[in-house]
């Protein structure tokens, strides 16, 4: 049975058969006057029939919609098939005449309805290819978000735990030490006290003694008492010893408040960042992804291909040299835009070059053999300063103003995300360390300091970078390891070397999520891959580096590479 006009959607998959009577086969095309579908063979015959050769019968999908048939509620014998333009309502031929419709103008309703028909097919196509696509994308997009909030908050609630038992902690040695402090105290007090009650008592044995001698004295029982007695005005009663009032201790009751209290057990704040808006494509680029274009496809295949190929090469290639004038040696290099490098040494030179080796500008530094700085999106220079514990700027008319004050902790290493702008601060107290991630603006939003179980991930994290899929990967020096994190601060893996120590240093990522690590102890590079698993050792003296301690990778994929011992960076092809 051949399915009803009202049936067949407009996007239909089904299988449609011809409407002519015991024919099965697929309709393919419909008679705009019969209203019917039918297929090849039935259409030539309904074109070849003398009552229906004039007839227009077109392909399926081009066919006019058949009007649902009602009468005329003012003319029952008559149906509906106009519609009035100028009071845009369905009428018959014969309500024309009335007075109601006297000198108006009228279109065949069929005619109306096919043109609409044709605008919400168009619309049906939009929704399907465009809109729903990507509201279903931004549901994906929130789903992501929810997870990624849970997270994070999931490790701002560890992270107060650990506080709080770290500070427990402390209160409790606190209170220990002052309570063997008043013990220490009470016993100087009673040995004071004992000391003045042992003199008090030899006073008073000493007036027993001289009482009986009185009495003694009061009845001599021969002349040599009568000649005592004469000369007891020799007898003298000593004065009552002097003693004094102990002072006691006083306990002064601290001063505190619920909001120092709350300093100390740190608190959540939300950043005052107007939530950005979800980036919705653009009608015509969705249509794009959805029908591209045979060039389109091309350049897509040609890009993939060229992320799909890029891999490691058989062998470093030096690309060229560059000679730093000012430093003593290139403990961590800043690439900027135009050609522009930041180079530091060890004794806190920081100097700008171009790529001919010309000294743009030198800044004296309290920074050493740390990742101390790094160029942002706009292309100015921000630099940690330990000793004032704040992060200074560098606009790029080389203007310097202090930017962030990080408290009481000692920033050494900082990174500008190339992802979103975020920096990134490897920080350090007396104690323990921390990453801490600000927004452009320097406001803070993210602290990283323990791990899933509340512990203390960081000791001396003086080299950080971020990877392509937003770990933070940190070179800790005491640690004598490489600590990565996910963006939401969950410690993911921590990479301690091959067969011997690890000292790292100089720290990047790659476009293929690769991990660089320089280390101090086998005078190498370590490769890693993105999830921590060491891959090969680069940068050794046959490929013409003695003692890589700094490196980065430019926008071309070239390893750029500072050693300690010399003014010189080297840029090699690794990825081909």
């Known amino acids: 049975m051949a399915l009803s006009e009202s049936q067949i959607p407009s996007d239909a998959q089904h299988y449609l058969v011809c409407a002519t009577e015991d024919c099965k086969r697929n309709c393919q095309f419909y008679c705009n006057d019969c209203h019917q579908p039918m297929c090849e063979q039935c259409r030539d015959g309904h074109q070849k029939y003398k009552k229906t050769q004039n007839h227009e019968v077109v392909p399926y999908k081009l066919r006019k919609r058949q009007l649902p048939v009602e009468k005329c509620k003012i003319h029952p014998t008559k149906e509906i098939d106009l519609l009035c333009g100028e009071c845009q309502i369905p009428i018959?031929?014969?309500?024309?005449?009335?007075?109601?419709?006297?000198?108006h103008w009228f279109t065949n309703l069929e005619m109306v309805f096919a043109e609409k028909v044709s605008i919400y097919n168009k619309e049906i196509a939009n929704i399907r290819s465009y809109f729903e696509p990507t509201s279903q994308d931004l549901k994906k997009e929130?789903?992501?978000?929810?997870?990624?909030?849970?997270?994070?908050?999931?490790?701002?609630?560890?992270?107060?735990?650990?506080?709080?038992?770290?500070?427990?902690?402390?209160?409790?040695?606190?209170?220990?030490d002052n309570i063997e402090q008043v013990h220490k105290l009470e016993q100087s007090l009673l040995q004071t006290l004992n000391g003045q009650n042992q003199q008090i008592d030899d006073y008073i044995n000493s007036l027993n003694d001289l009482v009986k001698t009185f009495y003694g004295y009061l009845s001599p029982s021969n002349i040599e008492q009568l000649t005592f007695a004469l000369k007891s005005e020799n007898l003298v009663i000593r004065p009552i010893p002097e003693t004094s009032k102990p002072v006691p201790p006083i306990f002064t009751v601290g001063q505190y408040s619920q909001e120092d209290v709350a300093k100390l057990l740190g608190k959540i704040t939300v950043p005052n960042t107007k939530p950005e808006n979800r980036k919705i494509k653009p009608m015509e680029t969705a249509?794009?992804?959805?029908?591209?274009?045979?060039?389109?496809?091309?350049?897509?295949?040609?890009?993939?291909?060229?992320?799909?190929?890029?891999?490691?090469?058989?062998?470093?290639?030096?690309?060229?040299?560059?000679?730093?004038?000012?430093?003593?040696?290139?403990?961590?290099?800043s690439l900027g835009k135009s050609d522009r490098l930041w180079v530091?040494?060890?004794?806190?030179?920081?100097?700008?070059?171009?790529?001919?080796?010309?000294?743009?500008?030198?800044?004296?530094?309290?920074?050493g053999s740390d990742g101390y700085h790094t160029v942002t999106q706009d292309g100015g220079l921000i630099y940690t300063d330990r000793e004032n514990k704040v992060i200074n700027k560098i606009t790029p008319d080389n203007t310097i103003t202090e930017f962030i004050k990080t408290g009481n902790w000692e920033p050494l290493s900082i990174h500008s995300s190339h992802i979103n702008g975020d920096i990134l601060v490897g920080m350090k107290t007396d104690e323990e360390g921390k990453v801490t991630r600000y927004n452009k603006t320097g406001t803070e939003i993210q602290n990283i300091q323990r791990d899933n179980k509340g512990q203390p991930l960081y000791k001396y994290p003086h080299y950080i970078t971020e990877n392509i899929n937003g770990d933070v990967c940190v070179s800790d020096i005491d640690k004598h390891a490489v600590l990565v994190v996910d963006k939401s601060g969950q410690h993911r893996f921590s990479y301690t070397g091959q067969r011997s120590r690890l000292d790292p240093f100089?720290?990047?990522?790659?476009?293929?999520?690769?991990?660089?690590?320089?280390?101090?102890?086998?005078?190498?590079?370590?490769l890693l891959n993105r999830d921590g698993q060491f891959l090969s050792l680069l940068l050794t003296p046959q490929q013409g580096v003695d003692y890589p301690y700094s490196v980065c990778v430019d926008g071309e994929n070239n390893l750029w590479v500072g050693e300690w011992d010399t003014n010189t960076v080297t840029v090699y092809k690794y990825l081909q």
């Open 92 to 103: 018959c031929s014969k309500c024309t005449g009335t007075k109601e419709h006297r000198g």
């Open 142 to 176: 929130i789903a992501g978000d929810v997870t990624e909030i849970k997270k994070v908050m999931e490790s701002i609630r560890t992270s107060m735990k650990a506080e709080a038992e770290s500070v427990k902690k402390l209160v409790d040695t606190l209170t220990s």
């Open 344 to 367: 530091s040494d060890v004794y806190g030179n920081l100097v700008q070059t171009d790529l001919q080796g010309n000294q743009l500008q030198k800044i004296q530094t309290n920074g």
């Open 287 to 333: 249509s794009t992804q959805l029908k591209p274009t045979g060039k389109q496809r091309k350049q897509d295949r040609e890009k993939s291909d060229v992320k799909q190929t890029l891999c490691m090469s058989s062998s470093v290639t030096k690309v060229r040299k560059y000679t730093v004038p000012g430093v003593d040696g290139v403990f961590h290099i």
């Open 506 to 526: 100089g720290i990047c990522t790659d476009v293929l999520g690769h991990i660089l690590v320089c280390d101090e102890i086998s005078e190498k590079a370590h």
